[in-house]
């Protein structure tokens, strides 16, 4: 299989920021959607953020809409999760996860998702 690599995790205080990020091998991503799950202790898998094939459309669950940005870099062989004013209840094990239906769309359903990485733990905490 692909495999997917998420860095960026750590233990940062609340309010502070981190950025996630996710490769597939060096592979330009630009026509595939990426999405952002995250788990925490005793809770079901949730998708956090994605963003779809060509970044035709994003989502934002809404426990982190205004807070967290998933973007592209400009070789589009990385995406990214800016994650700001970080609160405790972000604390999880986060995973990146490839589309590759090529759709230009993206959502929040795990089972769309093929290639998933082995997941960055994010703890906030003071």
């Known amino acids: 299989q692909v495999p997917v690599v998420e860095s960026g995790g750590g233990l940062v205080q609340p309010g502070g920021s981190l950025r996630l990020s996710c490769t597939a091998s060096?592979?330009?991503?630009?026509?595939?959607?990426i999405g952002w799950f995250r788990q925490a202790p005793g809770k079901e898998r949730e998708g956090v953020s994605c963003?779809?094939?060509?970044?035709?459309?994003?989502y934002y669950a809404d426990s982190v809409k205004g807070r967290f940005t998933i973007s592209r870099d400009s070789a589009k062989t990385t995406v990214y999760l800016q994650m700001n004013d970080l609160k405790p209840e972000d604390t999880a094990v986060y995973y990146c996860?490839?589309?590759?239906?090529?759709?230009?769309?993206?959502?929040?359903?795990?089972?769309?998702?093929?290639?998933w990485g082995q997941g960055a733990q994010v703890t906030v905490s003071s």
């Open positions: 060096g592979a330009p991503l630009e026509h595939f959607g």
């Open positions: 996860a490839l589309d590759v239906r090529g759709n230009y769309y993206c959502s929040d359903y795990s089972a769309g998702y093929t290639y």
């Open positions: 963003i779809a094939r060509s970044d035709r459309s994003t």
